[in-house]
């Protein structure tokens, strides 16, 4: 365990924690809009800064990318933190004056009233980066990256044309702190299609991109649920069956655990793609699975792998 001082308070965190990581999980509020938990981190928003202190130095650093080191001393509200962060949220508020989140932030830190516009009408992007990120490290996908330099620098597809690597799985409309990217879902395509082979029938169309991929519909309620490319993508990403991508979550059956059977042995646990199990450990021998529906993906692989068949539909 490593042991610091954040604004006066002893915290002991482990090893690889950054400032911000141990600020949130202390109760001890930092701003942030570029930081996420899914996401290395970026550093690109600058809101978050902190002024350290080592071996009697000061500086001002970026709290999400700083991990925290023994004897370290941190403020997060000092007068040189406040002014940092008072002149991003002016060049933000400059840049984007019609978005919400930094509106409010504006007020809560006193420069509501100060920053003058300069930017295109209706900017709404701060360029944080995290959708860019998102699809890189997340989706895998790489269908978006940053463009031009300067005042004319962009998130963008490649040359600004439909972004033929994206699956429109809304990534990126889900990380975006402002909500300048935006998704929708229609009955018909309105944006584009394939031009070899036009898409009929129901949508999602993430606008920025000028991408339209058709929705895979449920076998069983006959509703749109999720991209096809998106489904395929995964199916192929966690070698599930086909049958698997075949349901709306709704209509899939979710396994479940007979905790009489249960021997607490780990297999479900180790053999499941995407972490959704947690053996519920009370000492002994008295262990379960406990599968976590909101993370399952409905494969069944843990039903399969189960030696004493204590996990079913």
Partial sequence: MITFSMDNRSIAVEKGTTVLKAAQANGIEIPTLCASDALTPYGACRLCVVEVEKAGKRSIQASCSLAVEEGMIVRTQSARVIERRQLVLELLLARCPEVKVIQDLAREYNVADKAPQWTRQNETCILCGLCVRACAEVVGANAIQFAGSGASRVVASAFD?????????????????TGHVKKIDLKKPRVTSHEDAPIDGPVREIINWKVSQPLKL???????????????????????????????????????????????????????????????????????AQIYKQNCMACHTCEYMCPVLAIGS
Avoid at 161 to 177: E, I, M, R, T, Y
Avoid at 223 to 247: S, T
Wanted: positive net charge; contains cysteine.
């Fill in 161 to 177: 044309k439909k972004a033929d690597d994206c699956v429109a799985c809304g990534s990126c409309v889900f990380v975006c702190p």
């Fill in 218 to 288: 449920c076998k069983k309620c006959k509703n749109p649920f999720a991209p096809a490319n998106q489904l395929e993508k995964i199916q192929k990403q966690f070698y599930m069956m086909p049958q698997v991508v075949d349901l709306c979550p709704t209509c899939r059956t979710y396994p479940q655990v007979d905790k009489e059977k249960c021997l607490g042995c780990g297999s479900c646990m180790e053999s499941c793609p995407v972490g959704a199990i947690e053996l519920d450990d009370r000492g002994g021998y008295d262990k379960n």
